[in-house]
């Protein structure tokens, strides 16, 4: 899942290196916009759906943080 994140990342802003260790959010990597775009890419991927309550700065600042959100919401679909 973690390449799969990266992957969807570096097609959004492929400007920037999201296999270091900053928070993406905090550093500009993502704004709403990217975040909003990141969303849809993973509910349709991932066949989940991310809750509006989810959607906070600090599930969308590092990978690691991203495929916890999505895992998350594969629990609740269940």
Not at 11 to 33: A, C, H, M, R, W
Not at 43 to 69: H, K, M, Q, W
């Amino acid at each position: 899942m973690e390449e799969k994140v990266l992957e969807m990342l570096k097609e959004i802003q492929p400007s920037f290196d999201f296999e270091v260790d900053v928070d993406f959010t905090e550093q500009g990597y993502l704004d709403s916009f990217d975040i909003i775009t990141l969303i849809a890419e993973l509910e349709d991927v991932f066949s989940v759906a991310i809750s509006p309550i989810e959607i906070l700065p600090e599930n969308f600042n590092s990978v690691d943080n991203i495929c916890t959100l999505v895992r998350k919401s594969k629990k609740k679909e269940l």
